[in-house]
């Protein structure tokens, strides 16, 4: 004969409390369950039943009816476990920092994970969990550029006031070169991962097939690129550059031209071409401070577009790509836009330990 469920004695709070819960959408579903084998139980079904209904075993059903008669609605949670011994305590972790400001071992440059774990002889995982949640990035590394010039502020705020309130009557662009630019023959294409992904490919081998040096000018206003490509990058190739820029910029009467220049020593000491245009004015930015210099977001965008990854099998084709690319480039030209930043000594640390010093 089937056996009928002990009666449960219960007061009006608590078969309240366990409606509420059994019909919660937000409450976890053990606990829904084990609120409507109670509320079962309450009902007076016998036990074989209850556990048919819910797909439980009987002995299930009985567990959590004598854990509500004995302790009421809070029986229903799970009872604290005494769990593992923590192994990887405050300790652990002081102890983890403190080697992290250590030399790294074996001549390594810094350290990684592994290296950390073996070192401690401690769990590559428990130390992988504990850099993750302190937001230790061991293998990313950033590069910073700090200007020591000690006209930093005044030279930066020349500039920065060329971008945004250039003078009336005024052309302002910004110059530099990219020396050296190789031309790498080389066989590209595509290739099928294992994954079955189409990837571009490049041949790891390639010839060298000579070099050129590129002038470029960004006009600041219109985003219109002027450039020259050279066999060298003497003071003499940067002021023919100027001669052919200035030809090929507007000209009216009264117009100036302020360039905005790196310190390279060619770009210096050009006083007798200066003289002889009294109407072009050269900016210098600071030393250490390229990012002032708009031109170079160009020359990055050349990089990644015609540059990078690239067959030319003569210097000709070099410079042949890099005037199309710019001739297409002028067709939908756009000045970039200047955005204020805070510009602050290095934030760099030598050690973990000082870090918020």
Same mark, same amino acid.
């Given at each position: 004969?089937?056996?009928?469920?002990?009666?449960?004695?219960?007061?009006? #709070?608590?078969?309240?409390?366990?409606?509420?819960?059994?019909?919660?959408?937000?409450?976890?579903?053990?606990?829904?369950?084990?609120?409507? &084998?109670?509320? #079962?139980?309450?009902?007076?079904?016998?036990? +074989?039943? +209850?556990?048919?209904?819910?797909?439980?075993? $009987?002995?299930?059903?009985?567990?959590?009816? *004598?854990?509500?008669?004995?302790?009421?609605? #809070?029986?229903?949670?799970?009872? $604290?476990?005494?769990?593992?011994?923590?192994?990887?305590?405050?300790?652990? =972790?002081?102890?983890?920092?403190?080697?992290?400001?250590?030399?790294?071992?074996?001549?390594?440059?810094?350290?990684?994970? $592994?290296?950390?774990?073996? @070192?401690?002889?401690?769990?590559?995982?428990?130390?992988?969990?504990?850099?993750?949640?302190?937001? %230790?990035?061991?293998?990313?590394?950033?590069?910073?550029?700090?200007?020591?010039? /000690?006209?930093?502020? =005044?030279?930066?705020?020349?500039?920065?006031?060329?971008? !945004?309130? /250039?003078?009336?009557?005024? &052309?302002?662009?910004? &110059?530099? @070169?990219? /020396?050296?630019?190789?031309?790498?023959?080389?066989? +590209?294409?595509?290739?099928?991962? $294992?994954?079955?992904?189409? =990837?571009?490919?490049?041949?790891?081998?390639?010839?060298?097939?000579?070099?050129?040096?590129?002038?470029?000018?960004?006009?600041?206003?219109?985003?219109? %690129?002027?450039?020259?490509?050279?066999?060298?990058?003497?003071?003499? *190739?940067?002021?023919?550059?100027?001669? #052919?820029? !200035?030809?090929?910029?507007?000209?009216?009467?009264?117009?100036?031209?302020?360039?905005?220049? *790196?310190?390279?020593?060619?770009?210096?000491?050009?006083?007798?071409?200066?003289?002889?245009?009294?109407?072009?004015?050269?900016?210098?930015?600071?030393?250490?401070?390229?990012?002032?210099?708009?031109?170079?977001?160009?020359?990055?965008?050349?990089?990644?577009?015609?540059?990078?990854?690239?067959?030319?099998?003569?210097?000709? *084709?070099?410079?042949?790509?890099?005037?199309?690319?710019?001739?297409?480039?002028?067709?939908?030209?756009? /000045?970039? &836009?200047?955005?204020?930043?805070?510009?602050?000594?290095?934030?760099?640390?030598?050690?973990?330990?000082?870090?918020?010093?």
């Amino acid at each position: 004969m089937a056996r009928k469920a002990k009666v449960v004695e219960f007061n009006e #709070d608590a078969h309240r409390e366990l409606m509420r819960i059994s019909s919660s959408q937000k409450a976890e579903n053990r606990l829904v369950r084990r609120a409507r &084998i109670v509320l #079962d139980c309450m009902e007076g079904k016998q036990i +074989i039943n +209850i556990a048919a209904e819910l797909g439980e075993q $009987p002995d299930v059903i009985i567990k959590w009816r *004598d854990r509500f008669i004995q302790n009421g609605v #809070d029986g229903l949670k799970d009872a $604290p476990r005494s769990g593992k011994p923590v192994t990887y305590g405050e300790e652990w =972790q002081k102890v983890v920092l403190e080697k992290l400001n250590e030399k790294p071992p074996h001549g390594l440059a810094r350290w990684d994970g $592994p290296t950390l774990a073996r @070192e401690l002889n401690t769990s590559e995982d428990a130390v992988q969990r504990f850099l993750q949640k302190q937001g %230790i990035q061991l293998a990313r590394m950033r590069t910073w550029c700090v200007s020591t010039d /000690p006209e930093f502020a =005044q030279k930066a705020a020349d500039i920065v006031g060329l971008y !945004l309130n /250039p003078p009336k009557n005024a &052309i302002v662009i910004s &110059i530099d @070169e990219k /020396p050296s630019i190789q031309a790498l023959s080389r066989t +590209i294409g595509v290739v099928k991962a $294992p994954n079955g992904k189409v =990837q571009s490919a490049i041949k790891s081998t390639y010839k060298r097939n000579g070099t050129k040096n590129l002038f470029a000018a960004l006009e600041v206003a219109t985003g219109t %690129i002027h450039n020259k490509v050279t066999d060298t990058k003497k003071r003499v *190739d940067f002021l023919d550059f100027m001669d #052919d820029l !200035l030809d090929e910029l507007p000209s009216h009467e009264g117009v100036e031209y302020h360039a905005i220049l *790196d310190n390279y020593c060619i770009h210096k000491r050009c006083d007798e071409w200066l003289t002889a245009h009294p109407n072009v004015f050269f900016h210098y930015t600071p030393t250490s401070a390229s990012w002032l210099n708009q031109v170079e977001i160009w020359l990055g965008i050349l990089t990644r577009k015609v540059l990078r990854g690239a067959n030319f099998e003569n210097t000709a *084709d070099l410079a042949n790509a890099i005037t199309k690319y710019t001739e297409h480039y002028n067709t939908t030209a756009k /000045p970039f &836009i200047w955005k204020k930043r805070e510009v602050s000594g290095s934030q760099i640390k030598d050690t973990l330990s000082n870090l918020s010093g």
